[in-house]
């Protein structure tokens, strides 16, 4: 979910990048650019703890996702924000922990920043840079007795260590060779313990002596390739490792002194488990639930609340004393996701949620759409949620969902393809909505959207692309981090009733479709949904496949040396136009054949980009390495540069109006 900023980095213009002499002067000087605003905007909390507040006390932390990123600090006993913090150049955070005196750090995603918050109300987020130079994601951290802090990271599948005393940081190094992800850690004693991704190892280093030895995974998970070791935490002698996915796992008890798993517990979501109560006892999610556990005895316990939707993760979790009637002693306390915070009294066995007043920051678009029926659809990146925009106004009706990378509307079916998993939702902006996992209405609402398809047993994560197919409708997928083979799956728009055809393309991903000549058409990249696997081919392919077919009916390589052709449209004529690394093509479906080319900008090695064209029209509009926007005249096929500024996404309206968006920011040309 978190490879958005990676795919866009690479559509920028490379060094040496340049425009091919004779496109045009036309800029849009003389033209009306008219930024929108932002129509998504949302709250989404990730890493987080409970630590003394501003001004002592137990108080909740965590850190929400935006531009930049904020850290938060709530109250318990009211869901009152004290302070909110940005945090210069970042977008957000899964790693936010205390030391024992006090000190909050945050290790950021997408920049690898660590941040220190010294305790006290005036103090002030201080960036200390990145730890480990090559490191651009900071997963998890953790804090021994002493205060030293522990994290692991990707790209380079590395643990570190910071010594607060002294600033000096130490690199345990890459844990295994090849290995990209280290998305969890815990400290107990002389060792560190990292979880991995996307095969789980759960590896000990020692503090000292950086030896690393590795522990034998539960039975029941087998190998653990395909598995994430996903979330650690260490307490009284126990690790306790969640092994699945973001939503929801299996969570490992680990007798570190007898050197044994005890338990293995389904359904339990993450990110983290509380320390101990007065017993022993631990808390955590599972099955919506919280849930209370007894390391001694095995005995799980649902105590409530019940938390509803399909992201059920606590955003850290923990005990305060909330000084308030009816909660007497040390309660079990935590964040959601969307800003509620959730309380359970062991000694009154009282629970509920509140929701809290932290803001909702805008979300960064990762879809875009105009459809036949004039209404522009904006889907939201990791965040997530769709909002569908005035085209005059530009005002926005926006609804929880989750993050979205393919909007088509088809008639005046909205179709949804949904972050992670591949999933296919049908929608009716006709009727309410209401989505029982991210956004339900009230009660006897009939869902709306619908969830018709979801790929999670085979292995897909993104559903990139889709196409009107006729009576079908057509998507294309990439794959998770355990394979590199991307599926088209063929759904009947009546029945429902969907097909999956995997592999297309061997060790390639479908990231384009388009309907032509009675046939889908697809175009493919290298790359599958994650930085990993390494990929085995060098060349991403076109191909076409009969709707009731069972087999490609061709495979051609349209532009040698691409690694994705991520745009595919059909002029009125038919003849199916394609972009690839800058060159946009035309390719005649009956002959099988390429039969013009025009390069719009040279030597850029990008993989990404958009093509859009109005019904009618006798233009071709393209999207080049993010942000040269061009019109192409299919009549005398030459091409003139419309725009030059930073833009991720292009739909064309039905009038002829081009919408982009830029991160947050929609834009109406």
Known sequence: MLTRRRLLAAAALAPGAALIPNVGSAFAAAAAVEPLGSPLKDVLLIGGTVAPGPEGGRTLWSVSTGEPAKLNAVDPATGKTLLSQPLPGSPGSYAVVAAPDGTLYVGAYGSGFLYRRRPGPDSTPENLGRPLPSETYIWRLAVDDAGRLYGGTSPGGRVFGYEPRTGQTRDYGQLRPGLRYVR???????????????????????????????????EEIGDGVGVTAYDLNAYAGRLFVRFGSAVQGRLGVYDISAGKWTDLIDGVAGLDVTPPGRRGEVYFTKDNRLTRYQPRTGELTPVGPAIPGRVANNRGIGWCDLDLRGWPGQTVTGLLWRGALFRHNPITEHSEIVQTDIPGEPVPIAALHAGPSGAVYAGGFLSGGIAEVDPGTGQASFHRFAQIESIREIGRTVWIGAYPDSRLYRYDPALPWSSPEYDPGPPGTADNPVKVVDLKAHHQVRARAMTDAGAHVAYGTMPDATTLSGALVIVDKATLEATVHRPVVTDQSIVSLAYAGGMIIGGTSIRGGYSVPTPTQTEARLFGWAVSGTGTVFEVTPVPQAQAIPALVVDPAGLLWGLADGQLFAFDVTTRQVVHRLQLAQNVGATVGELGRRDGGDQIYALVHGRLLFEVDLATRTSRLLLDRPAQYLAVHPDGRLFLANDTVLTRF
């Open 184 to 218: 969890s850690i815990a400290v107990w004693g002389h060792f560190i313990y990292a979880g991995t991704e996307p095969d789980a190892h759960v590896i000990a280093i020692h503090t000292d002596t950086g030896a690393m030895h590795e522990l034998p995974l539960p």
